[in-house]
């Protein structure tokens, strides 16, 4: 540590030490707001455009889905939401239908989702759901309609 870094750290105004400050971690962060209209989609879209940090803000009024990018706290976006546009706001709790396991399972399907999306889930009893083994699908394949040549008894 030099001597302009030991004078600069004396006459510091921050409050606190700039070396012990964690830095915020680029990050993308969706939220789900009800829009129904243009003004709906400007009053979010403008809640979030004057946060430090935030890089770029992308608004889906169909989906109604806010997403923003940047050196942020979900947290904070949140809560920033939430105050300045005084609708009810929630993280994104919607995967794409393929990334899980039964998608039409109890609890998982979600008719207000959009398409292509059901609720992200974690439940212990989808878990104890059957799935077909490797081995199962290659004897019920075998005996399959669409495939001619795997039996020759038939």
């Known amino acids: ?30 939220i789900k707001v ?21 890089t770029q803000v992308t608004v889906e009024r169909k989906a109604h889905k806010l997403t923003v990018v ?3 706290d979900p ?28 998608p039409y399972a109890a609890g998982v399907y979600d008719k207000k989702a959009p398409s292509g999306y059901v609720r992200n889930v974690e439940d212990p009893q989808l878990r104890n759901l059957a799935r077909a083994s490797s081995t199962e699908v290659r004897y019920t394949t ?3 309609d669409e495939n001619p040549a ?5």
Not at 89 to 94: K, L, M, Q, S, T
């Open 34 to 54: 009800k829009m129904d209209c243009e003004g709906c989609e400007r009053k979010v879209r403008r809640s979030v455009e004057g946060m430090k940090g935030v």
């Open 150 to 154: 795997a039996c020759a008894v038939m």
């Open 75 to 102: 947290g904070k976006v949140l809560a920033r939401v939430a105050h300045r546009t005084g609708k009810k706001v929630e993280f994104w709790p919607y995967v794409p239908y393929d990334v899980v396991a039964h």
């Open 1 to 30: 540590m030099g001597a302009l870094d030991h004078l600069s750290d004396l006459f510091d105004c921050s409050g606190g030490s700039s070396r012990l400050r964690k830095r915020k971690q680029f990050q993308t962060v969706e």
């Open 142 to 144: 075998a005996f399959s």
């Open 70 to 72: 940047g050196y942020v």
